[in-house]
């Protein structure tokens, strides 16, 4: 698993996802799964929504439970 971008404040306008602040009111993390070499999901998960992507695999499942500020 990667994790390709982190929005501490995940909103979408438009078709533009970005975050109003960086304050983790609605965390979400943009990742991929990989496996044996071929990526099998691309998506987002988000905190606040841990239903709310569509990956679905026989062995494996993702929330988003907490992360951990670089620096």
């Excluded at 995940?10 to 044996?36: C, D, H, W, Y």
């Excluded at 990526?39 to 695999?57: C, D």
């Amino acid at each position: 698993m990667k994790v390709d971008n982190f929005l501490p404040q995940f909103v979408m306008e438009g078709t533009t996802l970005t975050s109003q602040s960086n304050e983790p009111k609605n965390p979400a993390a943009q990742v991929r799964v990989i496996e044996n070499g071929k990526e099998i999901f691309k998506g987002w998960l988000f905190t606040l929504y841990p239903t709310t992507h569509a990956f679905q695999h026989p062995r494996y499942g993702f929330t988003l439970q907490d992360f951990v500020p670089a620096g």
